[in-house]
């Protein structure tokens, strides 16, 4: 059973960091592109960013330059970074994975976890 699993969220005043992990089990970490998503109250889930098996990054509008996704096969985890962080940065961000190349489609993805919650204090 492939579940990725997040961990790392909390509360954070804004202009502060905060990094969080995703481990993934049950599969070959180094062949699935990774995918982090973040849904707001009353809003729809967002894609925030993705990286490949082969690393490459793919960052939406609103965070790039300031959260940043990494890989760590050794481990099975993906980092994603988070920096300069907003307000509007508060939601419950999502970890995704999929055997295939980079999406913004949530519904593209084949395994999703529970999410984590973040929080960013004004």
């Known amino acids: 059973q492939v579940q990725p699993v997040e961990s790392g969220g909390g509360l954070v005043q804004a202009g502060g960091s905060l990094r969080l992990s995703c481990a993934l089990s049950g599969r070959t970490f180094t062949t699935y592109t990774m995918g982090w998503f973040r849904q707001a109250p009353g809003k729809e889930r967002e894609f925030v960013g993705a990286?490949?098996?082969?690393?490459?990054?793919t960052y939406s509008d609103s965070v790039k330059g300031r959260f940043t996704i990494s890989r760590e096969n050794a481990k099975n985890t993906v980092y994603l970074q988070m920096n300069s962080l907003k307000p509007e940065d508060t939601a419950i961000y999502y970890c995704?994975?999929?055997?295939?190349?980079?999406?913004?489609?949530?519904?593209?993805?084949?395994?999703r976890g529970q999410g984590t919650q973040v929080t960013v204090s004004s």
């Open positions: 995704a994975a999929r055997p295939r190349g980079s999406s913004w489609d949530w519904g593209r993805y084949d395994y």
């Open positions: 990286i490949t098996w082969s690393g490459s990054n």
